[in-house]
T-cell receptor, first 110, second 113 residues
């Protein structure tokens, strides 16, 4: 167990819908990272937050947004969902240069 | 732009065979390097990391990796694999002083008992 909790584990929704993925970091970790893992593109870095502030942005679509709350949990919001958004979404947390990954949320867009 | 290449997408080995998974990165500055493993149905776990010092780093479960700066490589090795090493292996690079991590596309290793 990495100490990083992601909910829900599975999410099935339809195209055009909006979903929210939640991540609780390890106790004491200030950084939260979001990744998308798909079969054809591997593990893609989306965005990082540190203590509530956005710190780095990767290949995150404009339809996607994230935030980190004062209690350090983070949410990734995905809107206007498309079939191609079906993937495993991982959250990771870290206090230094090492990241600890959650079990992921598997999103299926039908 | 930074990138990470893992040349082998699928590797099949018999138990006790030796393993070497390639990882090359492109970035001109100083980097932190990582190998992560994802066992079937589980989350990614850190196998080993290199920040500085001895370029040969040892990780968990008998894995090691060697950083060769001149070749921009960080290959993962294990002298004798076990069936339980069946997993997907990811190389990752972080350009020091930045907060972005670039992962390779992964190598799926299947070890036959």
């Amino acid at each position: 167990d990495s100490g990083v909790t992601q909910t829900p584990k599975h999410l099935i929704t339809a195209t055009g819908q909006r979903v929210t993925l939640r991540c609780s970091p390890r106790s004491g970790d200030l950084s939260v990272y979001w990744y998308q893992q798909s079969l054809d593109q591997g593990l893609q870095f989306l965005i990082q937050y540190y203590n509530g502030e956005e710190r780095a942005k990767g290949n995150i679509l404009e339809r996607f947004s994230a935030q980190q709350f004062p209690d350090l949990h983070s949410e990734l919001n995905l809107s206007s969902l498309e079939l191609g958004d079906s993937a495993l979404y991982f959250c990771a947390s870290g206090g230094g240069d090492i990241q600890y990954f959650g079990a992921g949320t598997r999103l299926s867009v039908l | 732009a930074q990138s990470v290449s893992q040349h082998n997408h699928h590797v099949i080995l018999s138990e006790a065979a030796s393993l070497e998974l390639g990882c090359n990165y492109s970035y001109g500055g100083t980097v932190n390097l990582f190998w992560y493993v994802q066992y079937p149905g589980q989350h990614l776990q850190l196998l080993l990391k290199y920040f500085s010092g001895d370029p040969l780093v040892k990780g968990i479960k008998g894995f090691e990796a060697e950083f060769i700066k001149s070749k921009f490589s960080f290959n993962l090795r294990k002298p004798s694999v076990q069936w339980s090493d069946t997993a997907e292996y990811f190389c990752a690079v972080n350009a020091r002083g930045t907060y972005k991590y670039i992962f390779g596309t992964g190598t799926r290793l299947k070890v036959l008992a």
